[in-house]
Structure formats: C-alpha cells, structure tokens
C-alpha cells in the first residue's frame, strides 16, 4: 500500500492527496439458478471494482444489471450497448443499469464495472465493459460498454446484485468485489 510518493530530496510529489485503500470486498457463485447473485459487505465502500460471470439466464428476455444495496426500486438511470449494432439504448427510472441490452438465453461471459460515489454520497455512477459470447471457440465474441447512475441514497455502498431482470440467472453465474477506501489513520 501507497502512503505517498516521494520525489528527489524526499518531497512528497502529492501532498495532501490521500491514499487509498484496495481490499477483497466479498466473492458469491450460485449453486442454482436464482434472481441474482449477491455480494454484501463488511463494511461501506466509496468505490467498488465488480467482475462478474453470467453463465446465462433461465429463459429468453433476461436483461441482466447491476443493483446496489438491496435498492430495487425505479431509483437507476443508464445505457448500454447492444452486441449486435453497437447502438446505445438509454432508460431512465429502471430498476437496475443493465450490462446488455441483449435478451439472448447464453453466457454473458464477463462483466467489468467501477462504481463510485461522489463526496457527499449522493449519486453512484457506474460504467463497465462485457463480453457477450456463446463461450464457444466457433462464434465469434460480441464487446458490450454500460454505464449509469444510482440516485437513491446518500450511503456508500454496502452490497451489489447482479440481478438477472425477467428470468433467473444460471448456477455457475459468479460475482466478485474489490472495495477501495480513503485510509483516514
């Protein structure tokens, strides 16, 4: 861990900047199929790193997306691609900022994202990356971008849910988050 960075003559090259903390924040895979896969933290996070496996969903019309601390409510905002075209799809007040605007029953294979919420803890904002493929060698792989908003509350983040929107998620489908925090001592 970082506390500063000291140049020539041993100045600090970033004063008052503070150094900040990365940590394993919680790990879930899902053993059947279920609404979502769930990570909840020990403590509060201001920024999150989520990676996240979709082993598919139960049926045609899953949207999959991103949730933050239980809020399932109209609360979200955000646009993501679609594999096919690359055109953006926006939606305001949804229950989730979805990873793909694709409703096709196979893997999305891998879902980045970085979360953060602004200094008073109002907004969380989001934006990611994915690969949408069949996890076969013999199709070719689709590249999704997302990204979004979360307006619901001044608390940092506690938990994250990738939710798997009108159908289940498949078993095996996995999640895992890094927290990052200010060191205040």
Do not use: C
């Not at 924040?25 to 996240?52: C, H, K, S």
Request: cysteine-free; overall charge neutral.
């Amino acid at each position: 861990m970082i506390q500063s960075i000291l140049g020539p003559g041993g100045i600090d090259v970033l004063p008052g900047f503070p150094a900040y903390k990365l940590e394993f924040a919680g790990f879930t895979e899902l053993a059947a199929d279920a609404a979502g896969v769930t990570v909840t933290f020990n403590q509060p996070y201001r920024y999150l790193i989520m990676i996240a496996r979709i082993a598919g969903n139960a049926g045609a019309g899953g949207v999959p997306g991103w949730q933050f601390n239980g809020d399932t409510g109209n609360n979200y905002g955000g646009a993501a691609t679609k594999p096919a075209d690359g055109v953006a799809t926006a939606q305001t007040s949804t229950n989730k900022i979805i990873v793909s605007e694709s409703t096709a029953v196979t893997p999305r294979t891998l879902k980045v994202a970085f979360a953060a919420k602004d200094a008073a803890g109002r907004i969380g904002r989001l934006r990611g990356f994915g690969i949408d493929d069949t996890e076969s060698i013999g199709t070719a792989i689709q590249l999704s971008e997302h990204g979004g908003i979360w307006a619901n509350t001044t608390a940092l983040f506690t938990s994250v849910t990738m939710n798997g929107g009108a159908t289940s998620l498949l078993a095996g489908s996995n999640l895992l988050v890094y927290g990052i925090n200010a060191i205040t001592s």
